[in-house]
């Protein structure tokens, strides 16, 4: 196995680095080093906790809308993976934005991100992005319309937060350390003043600088999410027996009352959820590989060197279903994670990547599907209407199943 190397810069399409280039992703040596420190505090405990009001919101939100569009009589099976994209969306907003974003800015970033994936393999096509109104122009203009949405909302996160109010969001973490670290330095160079030392100094980065770091993480963030809840909604609806251990654990935590709002207090106790989440993000990993250019010699063994400028492309599928680390690889057992060594193995868990790259997102990640999930199973039951081909995968922006639509029906409010 290759494990993914930390001297290498991701190898994607021209128009993501024209797009985007301020993502974490595509930095190296100490501007990546400067904005893994700025970007770190805001998936701290803390940071997450003010995060889930927003997402409690707009999960209570989206469980309510499906189950009235399947109530009694309307039971046709529904196309999930799309229903999934625009949910992850909406999560994924709330948290980077807050309110700052009004329900039309929603709908529009995610009519415009869907242009923009679906013109990425387009950009390197010489001129493509320049012909107006081609699948590659449409896209870029919509990349860029996103990251002026997210501009906006740096905007009005810098007017609140300036006026003392408490952070909601990633931008109010983001903007209140910018504002923290310029009051010290005023303070400091004036003598006036008793400021608190920030707990990190970072430099004040522009609205239009955070607005683009907003674009990259949903980049990197909505196809995989979407991916990993789309497998998870699929293969919980033929395991009832897991079902069940999930809405028992999580009506647990909430000490009896489905009402009672998620918080990172009760996230620490839905150890059998956690392992239901890590298995599906190894059985079905929502990114099974990530081109990757060599920016120096890579030495793979005493008889092969791959040199500089080459593309390497790590197979976190197979890492991820190596029979050796993970027995039985192709079953959906989260057992594993709870009485087996499957945890150990740290250099086959490439579902974040490795290395100085290693997603800064994880603990967001498996924290919103626990959100998501935990939810779920206490307030709807569903079904799904399997194909032919519904075990079966593709890869597009991600690895999601291989038939049209996703069918499967959403039942009735369970307990209310």
């Not at 889930?52 to 939100?61: A, F, N, W």
């Not at 907003?93 to 700052?100: E, N, P, S, V």
């Not at 994670?337 to 193995?345: E, H, M, V």
């Amino acid at each position: 196995m290759l494990k993914t190397p930390s001297h290498a810069i991701l190898a994607v399409p021209s128009v993501i680095k024209d797009t985007y280039p301020d993502t974490i992703a595509l930095l190296q040596g100490q501007r990546h080093a400067e904005l893994n420190k700025t970007l770190s505090s805001h998936f701290s405990p803390a940071a997450l906790s003010s995060y889930l009001p927003v997402q409690e919101e707009v999960i209570t939100r989206f469980l309510h809308s499906l189950v009235y569009t399947t109530s009694p009589g309307k039971e046709t099976p529904v196309a999930f993976l799309a229903i999934f994209r625009e949910l992850n969306c909406a999560i994924s907003c709330r948290t980077f934005a807050g309110d700052y974003m009004t329900e039309e800015d929603i709908k529009d970033v995610a009519r415009d991100f869907n242009r923009f994936t679906a013109a990425v393999g387009l950009f390197d096509i010489p001129l493509a992005k320049y012909i107006p109104f081609t699948t590659a122009w449409l896209g870029r203009r919509a990349a860029f319309a996103t990251q002026e949405t997210f501009t906006r909302s740096v905007k009005k996160s810098r007017a609140r937060m300036s006026a003392g109010a408490q952070p909601t969001c990633m931008i109010d973490q983001w903007v209140q350390d910018m504002l923290a670290c310029n009051s010290y330095q005023q303070q400091r160079d004036t003598g006036v003043g008793s400021v608190k030392k920030p707990r990190k100094f970072i430099r004040n980065y522009t609205d239009e600088e955070v607005g683009r770091v907003m674009f990259g993480h949903l980049f990197g963030s909505l196809e995989a999410t979407s991916s990993a809840t789309t497998w998870l909604f699929q293969i919980l609806a033929h395991r009832p027996d897991v079902l069940h251990r999930i809405r028992v654990e999580n009506l647990s935590a909430r000490g009896g009352n489905i009402n009672r709002s998620f918080d990172m207090a009760m996230q620490k106790s839905l150890v059998y959820t956690h392992a239901v989440i890590k298995e599906i993000l190894r059985y079905r990993p929502p990114v099974p590989m990530i081109p990757y250019k060599t920016i120096q010699p890579l030495v793979v063994s005493p008889q092969y060197t791959i040199p500089s400028g080459a593309t390497v492309l790590p197979s976190f599928y197979s890492a991820l279903h190596d029979p050796v680390a993970y027995p039985n690889p192709d079953s959906f057992v989260p057992e594993r994670w709870l009485t087996g060594d499957a945890a150990s193995k740290k250099k086959n868990w490439l579902v974040f990547g490795a290395g100085p790259h290693k997603c800064l997102a994880q603990r967001l990640v498996t924290l919103t599907l626990a959100h998501l999930i935990g939810k779920a199973s206490l307030e709807v039951d569903w079904v799904h209407h399997p194909t032919e081909r519904s075990e079966e995968m593709k890869v597009v922006a991600s690895m999601v199943p291989a038939v049209s639509v996703l069918e499967s029906v959403l039942g009735l409010i369970l307990t209310r």
